[in-house]
């Protein structure tokens, strides 16, 4: 019987309602803790009994704004937090603004004591930090998911939508978390409760935890030619060792003219274009949502040295990367 078999059926046999405590670190996005909590108060609505019952911690006890400007007060400290069940964690952006030995310290205990860790979005940063995930599957969103195997080669990372290993539930974020929460309803209350509760959000199918977590070439670019949309799919899989445009092409039975064409009347630009805005977008997103260095970034996006990465990005972005990183960093700081 595996660790997780193990720890959901306990939950499911074990007493009622389940205790749950939320915490939230500082610029948390509002839209994982709101999935998370509504498919709790929705499944005790539909049950007509208190499965579930809940709690908000925060480091210190006192308020914790979300990233929107929206607050909550805690009912409790970490210190002084009674025994849940089951602790989930909800970090935003800023999440390593709110590193804690304490609450590594606390996480690490309760953990010892039998408690179910879930995290959302890049709260699964705060296990990992405690030394709570190594050789642990977890889910990491796509943005933050080569600074995380950077910092954590030992936790066994996933594009994965959500994962469950053991005591570890980590979802990658946004709407994937109640999909997370009804795995986990579905796991100690019946799978007929989650599907209510699925049905009473529009939620018409709860996804699996190996979906994936980004949209398909084909709806974000409006691809409809098959061959093209797996020469994206190519590139976009080779951004950090990129693949000859001819050899693209032969991949897909097609001359390098005719591969051009075909760029060209679908997505307005030759592919050799195409393939440096894919490495230009994603450097940009591993600057301003990671703390990966310049050099490293560079590296992931297929470029042999920083310098020949900066002249390409200020080609593309009117800026340096440094810029960029620097500017983004301004808007990020919470609403006062």
Not at 95 to 124: K, P, Q
Not at 133 to 153: D, I, K, N, Q
Not at 319 to 325: I, L, N
Request: proline content about 3%; some cysteine.
């Amino acid at each position: 019987m595996t660790d997780q078999t193990y720890t959901l059926k306990q939950l499911a046999q074990g007493h009622r309602p389940i205790r749950i405590g939320f915490f939230l670190v500082p610029d948390f996005p509002l839209m994982t803790f709101a999935a998370a909590l509504d498919s709790l108060r929705q499944g005790n609505r539909l049950a007509k009994r208190k499965a579930f019952e809940w709690l908000i911690l925060s480091a210190d006890g006192g308020h914790v704004k979300s990233s929107s400007g929206l607050g909550f007060d805690a009912d409790a400290a970490i210190s002084r937090a009674p025994r849940c069940d089951i602790v989930i964690l909800c970090a935003g952006i800023n999440y390593a603004d709110a590193y804690d030995a304490n609450v590594f310290a606390w996480l690490r205990r309760i953990h010892s004591e039998g408690c179910v860790l879930g995290a959302v979005s890049t709260a699964v940063f705060f296990l990992a930090k405690a030394r709570l995930l190594e050789g642990r599957r977890c889910a990491v969103h796509w943005e933050s998911l080569a600074s995380f195997r950077s910092e954590f080669p030992n936790c066994l990372a996933t594009d994965d939508i959500f994962a469950i290993d053991g005591r570890f539930l980590t979802s990658s974020g946004g709407t994937v978390t109640l999909d997370m929460m009804l795995y986990l309803i579905s796991a100690v209350e019946g799978r007929e409760l989650a599907a209510l509760i699925s049905d009473q959000f529009n939620h018409a199918r709860i996804r699996r935890q190996d979906d994936v977590q980004r949209m398909s070439p084909e709806d974000r670019f409006g691809i409809r030619n098959a061959k093209l949309a797996f020469v994206v799919r190519r590139m976009e899989a080779s951004l950090g060792d990129p693949v000859e445009i001819t050899d693209l092409a032969s991949s897909v039975a097609l001359s390098l003219r005719q591969l051009e064409r075909l760029f060209h009347a679908n997505l307005g630009k030759s592919p050799t274009h195409f393939y440096i805005e894919l490495r230009m977008t994603r450097a940009k997103e591993l600057l301003v949502y990671t703390e990966l260095a310049i050099g490293e970034i560079a590296q992931i996006c297929g470029y042999q040295s920083a310098s020949h990465f900066g002249r390409s990005y200020r080609t593309r972005f009117r800026e340096s990367p440094a810029a960029t990183r620097k500017a983004e960093k301004r808007r990020e700081e919470p609403m006062s």
